[in-house]
């Protein structure tokens, strides 16, 4: 038999650091755990285009063909619309896409991993990050479509350009926060995702994904309605970059969004540590 | 050999039900607890260098200890203390992905069960090996049978020694040939494993290999002995049920 070599620290099961450093923790918790983070990531990215034989080319595919819809759609209802509108729908759904489906996927995700929760312990921050950080991986794949784009248009390539991707980051960013909160509510009632994807579809209207800041700024009031929205800046900040010019989204906005989002994570990160443990009894 | 490495004091684990509106606001009324009770103040010490075996029957909570110490559930009352790295392994292949290869899906097993990159890096040959997989071993797993699924499960939750390793259940997968290699295969890890619990319907092997036993029934542990007490006692439960 083996002699015993206590050299490792006892550990109490299921005791936690208080959760009111939730916000930190998670954080350390994400880097000590890349290997398993990366892993879960691919695996979720190739599931979702396995045996088709476009695979990854559907990323990008799939905004561009509902950006034509949207196109005539728009075309038929307001009539003859700026030339760059469909590039600016494109955008728009593309980065509002990365919030919604990161969203409805973290809430999901402690729910669609039972099994694996059922048998093994890691911290269960784990799941929705790895939600969030695929969906933010295809997007930036989608983000390809840019170039083409920007041959057909004619638009100019400069530093601007880095504000989409940092955009897709912003937007799977403002997902998470609400998304970790709602997670441990969906393990004991699903009406939770069936909720976030009515608010994922009516909120594809209210945000600017099929209308623009600029358009919603000559309407009056309603400029400075939509500036309630946070996904005004992701969205607005993606077409500017790519439009090549400074943004002219007044600054305190940008800061009022990012504040909203580390906001967001801290209550979100809190409150999920503090009910993960409960709401997992229930899957 | 004389230090716990387990302790279990008066651990006590509910499961809430799941309620409809209506139902909730009753109970709130009448303040009536619905939740189901999976372990009733389980008291368990295992020391560092023992096998020890949980029996009882389907439903008693063997298999919710295990969870318990592993984390999964922790405790509603009273205290789990564990000290060292826990592997426990039920369900194998858990987050396999069939459209993954077999190496990938090792990789990310492996990852589950909580390995970093550098070690799963280094036993991924005999995960290989071990596995018998051949040249399937870059197919994706979906063209597996169930009983190649399950080598390649067993390889990886096999390759790497915890500190404590619990079993529920995984003995006999696969073919003849592969049960007998597997058995060796979870035999050797046990020795060389200082501590381990096990949960298992195979009385003989655990007559063979367990230090001490103990019965559990209807979420309690009903009594702690030496093997053949144990089973003895198992059998008496059915008889009238007296230990409680």
């Given at each position: 038999m083996v002699e015993p070599t206590l050299k490792v620290k006892v550990a109490n099961v299921g005791s936690k650091p208080s959760s009111l450093k939730a916000p930190f923790y998670t954080i350390k918790d994400m880097f000590s755990n890349k290997f398993l983070i990366k892993n879960l990531v691919s695996r979720e990215i190739r599931g979702k285009y396995r045996n088709a034989m476009l695979s990854y080319t559907?990323?990008?595919?799939?905004?561009?063909l509902l950006a034509v819809v949207y196109y005539f759609l728009f075309y038929m209802l307001a009539g003859n619309p700026d030339e760059l509108y469909s590039v600016w729908v494109l955008v728009g759904i593309i980065v509002w896409g990365c919030f919604g489906k990161s969203l409805s996927s973290t809430v999901t995700s402690l729910t669609r991993n039972r099994n694996t929760i059922h048998l093994v312990y890691f911290p269960r921050i784990i799941f929705p990050i790895t939600s969030v950080i695929g969906n933010i991986v295809i997007t930036m794949m989608s983000c390809l479509v840019i170039i083409p784009i920007m041959i057909i248009f004619d638009l100019p390539l400069t530093i601007y350009i880095l504000l989409v991707p940092l955009s897709v980051l912003l937007a799977g960013f403002l997902a998470i926060g609400l998304g970790i909160l709602l997670a441990p509510l969906n393990c004991i009632y699903r009406d939770v995702e069936h909720l976030i994807r009515f608010i994922v579809r009516a909120g594809f209207f209210v945000s600017p994904v099929m209308w623009t800041y600029e358009m919603a700024l000559e309407r009056g009031n309603f400029g400075e309605i939509a500036t309630y929205n946070p996904m005004l800046t992701p969205i607005t900040l993606a077409r500017h970059g790519l439009e090549g010019r400074e943004t002219t989204l007044p600054s305190e906005i940008i800061i009022l969004t990012i504040l909203?989002?580390?906001?967001?994570?801290?209550?979100?990160?809190?409150?999920?540590?503090?009910?993960?443990r409960k709401a997992v009894k229930y899957l | 050999?004389?230090?716990?490495?387990?302790?279990?004091?008066?651990?006590?684990?509910?499961?809430?039900?799941?309620?409809?509106?209506?139902?909730?606001?009753?109970?709130?009324?009448?303040?009536?607890?619905?939740?189901?009770?999976?372990?009733?103040?389980?008291?368990?010490?295992?020391?560092?260098?023992?096998?020890?075996?949980?029996?009882?029957?389907?439903?008693?909570?063997?298999?919710?200890?295990?969870?318990?110490?592993?984390?999964?559930?922790?405790?509603?009352?009273?205290?789990?203390?564990?000290?060292?790295?826990?592997?426990?392994?039920?369900?194998?292949?858990?987050?396999?992905?069939?459209?993954?290869?077999?190496?990938?899906?090792?990789?990310?097993?492996?990852?589950?069960?909580?390995?970093?990159?550098?070690?799963?890096?280094?036993?991924?040959?005999?995960?290989?090996?071990?596995?018998?997989?051949g040249s399937f071993i870059?197919?994706?797993?979906?063209?597996?049978?169930?009983?190649?699924?399950?080598?390649?499960?067993?390889?990886?939750?096999?390759?790497?020694?915890?500190?404590?390793?619990?079993?529920?259940?995984?003995?006999?997968v696969g073919d003849p040939q592969f049960r007998d290699k597997s058995k060796a295969r979870i035999l050797s890890l046990v020795k060389d494993t200082s501590t381990v619990v096990m949960v298992s319907h195979s009385f003989a092997l655990m007559k063979d290999i367990c230090d001490r036993i103990g019965v559990v029934n209807k979420g309690k542990l009903v009594m702690i002995g030496n093997p053949e007490e144990a089973i003895t006692a198992y059998y008496e439960l059915d008889n009238g049920g007296t230990l409680d």
């Amino acid at each position: 038999m083996v002699e015993p070599t206590l050299k490792v620290k006892v550990a109490n099961v299921g005791s936690k650091p208080s959760s009111l450093k939730a916000p930190f923790y998670t954080i350390k918790d994400m880097f000590s755990n890349k290997f398993l983070i990366k892993n879960l990531v691919s695996r979720e990215i190739r599931g979702k285009y396995r045996n088709a034989m476009l695979s990854y080319t559907w990323t990008f595919l799939e905004p561009a063909l509902l950006a034509v819809v949207y196109y005539f759609l728009f075309y038929m209802l307001a009539g003859n619309p700026d030339e760059l509108y469909s590039v600016w729908v494109l955008v728009g759904i593309i980065v509002w896409g990365c919030f919604g489906k990161s969203l409805s996927s973290t809430v999901t995700s402690l729910t669609r991993n039972r099994n694996t929760i059922h048998l093994v312990y890691f911290p269960r921050i784990i799941f929705p990050i790895t939600s969030v950080i695929g969906n933010i991986v295809i997007t930036m794949m989608s983000c390809l479509v840019i170039i083409p784009i920007m041959i057909i248009f004619d638009l100019p390539l400069t530093i601007y350009i880095l504000l989409v991707p940092l955009s897709v980051l912003l937007a799977g960013f403002l997902a998470i926060g609400l998304g970790i909160l709602l997670a441990p509510l969906n393990c004991i009632y699903r009406d939770v995702e069936h909720l976030i994807r009515f608010i994922v579809r009516a909120g594809f209207f209210v945000s600017p994904v099929m209308w623009t800041y600029e358009m919603a700024l000559e309407r009056g009031n309603f400029g400075e309605i939509a500036t309630y929205n946070p996904m005004l800046t992701p969205i607005t900040l993606a077409r500017h970059g790519l439009e090549g010019r400074e943004t002219t989204l007044p600054s305190e906005i940008i800061i009022l969004t990012i504040l909203f989002g580390i906001v967001m994570w801290i209550i979100g990160s809190i409150l999920f540590e503090r009910n993960e443990r409960k709401a997992v009894k229930y899957l | 050999m004389t230090e716990s490495v387990i302790i279990l004091q008066n651990v006590t684990l509910r499961f809430p039900k799941l309620k409809g509106i209506l139902s909730i606001i009753k109970d709130k009324i009448t303040k009536k607890d619905t939740s189901f009770t999976a372990l009733k103040g389980v008291d368990l010490e295992i020391k560092s260098g023992e096998v020890f075996g949980l029996i009882g029957k389907n439903g008693s909570g063997k298999s919710t200890i295990l969870r318990v110490i592993s984390g999964i559930y922790p405790p509603d009352e009273g205290q789990c203390k564990v000290a060292g790295k826990i592997s426990l392994l039920a369900g194998l292949g858990t987050g396999f992905s069939g459209h993954q290869t077999g190496v990938e899906n090792a990789l990310l097993y492996g990852s589950i069960l909580g390995h970093n990159e550098s070690e799963m890096q280094e036993k991924l040959p005999e995960i290989i090996d071990f596995s018998e997989l051949g040249s399937f071993i870059d197919e994706p797993i979906r063209t597996y049978s169930a009983g190649m699924k399950a080598r390649l499960g067993l390889a990886v939750a096999t390759a790497i020694k915890p500190d404590i390793l619990l079993i529920d259940e995984v003995l006999g997968v696969g073919d003849p040939q592969f049960r007998d290699k597997s058995k060796a295969r979870i035999l050797s890890l046990v020795k060389d494993t200082s501590t381990v619990v096990m949960v298992s319907h195979s009385f003989a092997l655990m007559k063979d290999i367990c230090d001490r036993i103990g019965v559990v029934n209807k979420g309690k542990l009903v009594m702690i002995g030496n093997p053949e007490e144990a089973i003895t006692a198992y059998y008496e439960l059915d008889n009238g049920g007296t230990l409680d």
